[in-house]
T-cell receptor, first 111, second 113 residues
């Protein structure tokens, strides 16, 4: 039973446009959500996070939106750049207990 | 440049053999995680340690997997005997006690044939 789901295995976006990566979760106890970015042959690196008391968190070109009623979060990248091509993982935790990870979405930025 | 170091980077072994993966966490970090990444499951937590003490290894198949931290600079994950279904990339990560924002190593790609 996957508690964190990233339903799109891959996404292709034109350079300069907006990339929107989606994540759904089933556990209403989750109170902290994170996005990690992973390049081939490297470990994931932390990108941005959001607490359940917020509905939006912004860091430069990256914004994460949280819709608690829909149990949905999304990561927006504007504008998309070639270096953004990577696999993006959504992860969630409840009361700082272990992180539950999604399967990842591969983002491809086309020049 | 502080980083988590994992060895080996790649390991090919025959079914039934023992495999040991090693991790050097970032100096000063008190929490260490072992994750496994497979194509279908994404990242799954196998075990984690805080101040070298195992806090949770419920994600690990107990009959063949074991994780230890002999000292603060070394974490090990051992599989004995290895099976083809163990083929995956194994990541070690370390942090300051929070489960979030952990720093990952480059991973060990294990192939069991």
């Amino acid at each position: 039973d996957q508690q964190v789901k990233q339903n799109s295995p891959s996404l292709s976006v034109q350079e300069g446009r907006i990339s929107i990566l989606n994540c759904d979760y089933t556990n209403s106890m989750f109170d902290y959500f994170l996005w990690y970015k992973k390049y081939p042959a490297e470990g994931p690196t932390f990108l941005i996070s959001i607490s359940s008391i917020k509905d939006k968190n912004e860091d430069g070109r990256f914004t994460v939106f949280l819709n608690k009623s829909a149990k949905h979060l999304s990561l927006h990248i504007v504008p998309s750049q070639p270096g953004d091509s990577a696999v993006y993982f959504c992860a969630a935790s409840a009361s700082n207990y272990q992180l539950i990870w999604g399967a990842g979405t591969k983002l491809i930025i086309k020049p | 440049d502080a980083r988590v170091t994992q060895t080996p980077r790649d390991k090919v072994t025959e079914m039934g053999q023992e495999v040991t993966m090693r991790c050097q966490p970032i100096l000063g970090h008190n929490t260490v995680f072992w994750y496994r990444q497979t194509m279908m499951q994404g990242l799954e937590l196998l075990a984690y340690f805080r101040n070298r003490a195992p806090l949770d290894d419920s994600g690990m198949p107990k009959d063949r997997f074991s994780a230890e931290m002999p000292d603060a600079t070394l974490a090990t994950l051992k599989i004995q005997p290895s099976e083809p279904r163990d083929s995956a990339v194994y990541f070690c990560a370390s942090g300051f006690g929070s489960l979030t924002e952990a720093f990952f190593g480059q991973g060990t790609r294990l192939t069991v044939v």
